[in-house]
């Protein structure tokens, strides 16, 4: 195990660059008990855990004073059981690495988002999804977990063994312990056919009930300032297999999605009054194709051009008010918004605290570049997801409270039971979980 200072100067910076922390100290351990004493001599110390993956969120979620913990020497697959049609692998493997070793098995999860950077606790923990009409969240599909407690005890959950334990760690925020290992759901690795195409904003909401239904995972990307989408259908396939030949995805996904979308947004921050004109630009720069490939190469695409993001989970039924509302809202507002929204769908599922907990949800995703105000913005959307009674991601920014949650999530109470039997010196509390969850 080892034991350093966090960053440059002492300080951790998230990938978005919009948090900041100065832990007194960095623990990479290389084993769950080298860990496990970690805890125990934190405690001993008095000072605060939290662990940390690629620092994808957008929230202080993992942000401490006390003792960072890297996870990332924890990391690889455990075990293949091909009888039950599962994985376990450590928390610190990112999900690249885990999707392209399932490929080499000849396996696959069932859904995923479009991001392979995270850690697969850090993306559980935080509620990362994808999209799908029957199909849920990365933590959807986690038939077991490992976990270290407060008092530096190993935990082993399922749906049979500390089961509410099970109901809550899934996406515990890591207000509950450390994972330390995950056990998904697999199945043998198919194909889906992806159909992106252009089409007008107005259709997509008229028809966003019928789209949602006809496709597995139905997506689209709206640019303010326009009446343009990008959509993208994914659906399982027979084959065969024609992935974008490799010029073209370069083309594509590299010089044109990232490329020439990160000169837009310098241009766009230097010289906002360009925006609108960039936005129609860069709606039409993407034209219609078709592909059929693994999962994780249809899911997934690279992002580099770095941004800062909040992200609502209505219930599906509202979704097309709520886009409605928005439009209506960036258009009066004066404000100029040079990054796309991102609307996707999940189906409810039984985590305690799931953005999908309980109801069909949609996720309403609005960004800006790094570097660019983006308060007005977000408080502007934010007001509207609220008043639908969204959940916010909690990886991605938001102003929400325990008061507020308590309200939008049924089951809120049995979580903070829960952590108070597990955490009840708050060894993993830090200011964020202070505010979402109460002290």
Known sequence: MSTTVSGKNGTWRNWGGNVAARPAREVT???????????????????????????HSFTSIAATDGVLIRPHLLSGIRNIDRDAMTVTVGAGTQLKRLNMALAREGLSLRNMGDIMEQTVSGATSTGTHGTGRES??????????????????????????????????RIGLGALGIVTAITFAVEPVFLLTAREEPMPFDKVLADFDELWAEN??????????????????????????????????????????????QV????????????????RISSKALSARTYTDIPYKVFTSPRRVRFVEMEYAVPRAAAVEVLRELRTMVD?????????????????????????????????????VKGTPYQAYFTAAERIFTAHEGRPHWGKVHTRDAEYFSGVYPRF?????????????????????????GS
């Open 332 to 368: 009066r507002s004066g404000l100029k918004v040079s990054f796309p929204v991102e609307v996707r769908t999940a189906p409810a599922d039984d985590i305690t605290l799931s953005t999908a907990s309980g109801r069909d949800s949609a996720y309403i995703a609005v960004h800006m």
């Open 29 to 55: 351990p290389a084993s769950v008990e080298e860990l496990a004493d970690a805890v125990r001599k934190a405690a001993e110390d008095g000072l605060r855990v939290k662990p940390v993956g690629t620092g």
């Open 216 to 261: 597995e995972h139905f997506e689209f990307y709206w640019f303010p300032h326009t009446g343009s989408t990008n959509t993208k259908r994914n659906n399982r396939s027979a084959g065969p297999e024609k992935p974008v030949p490799q010029l073209q995805g370069w083309i594509e996904d590299e010089f044109l999605s990232n490329g020439v979308f």
């Open 264 to 279: 837009a947004q310098w241009v766009g921050r230097a010289v906002p009054g360009t925006i609108p004109a960039i936005a």
């Open 136 to 169: 849920g969240s990365i933590a959807a599909q986690i038939k077991g977990l490992e976990l270290v407690t407060a008092d530096g005890s190993v935990l082993t959950c399922s749906e049979k063994e500390n089961p509410e334990v099970f109901a809550a760690a």
């Open 413 to 437: 109470g049995e979580f903070t039971a829960l952590r108070d039997r597990l955490d009840p010196d708050r060894r993993f509390q830090n200011d964020y979980l202070r505010r979402v969850l």
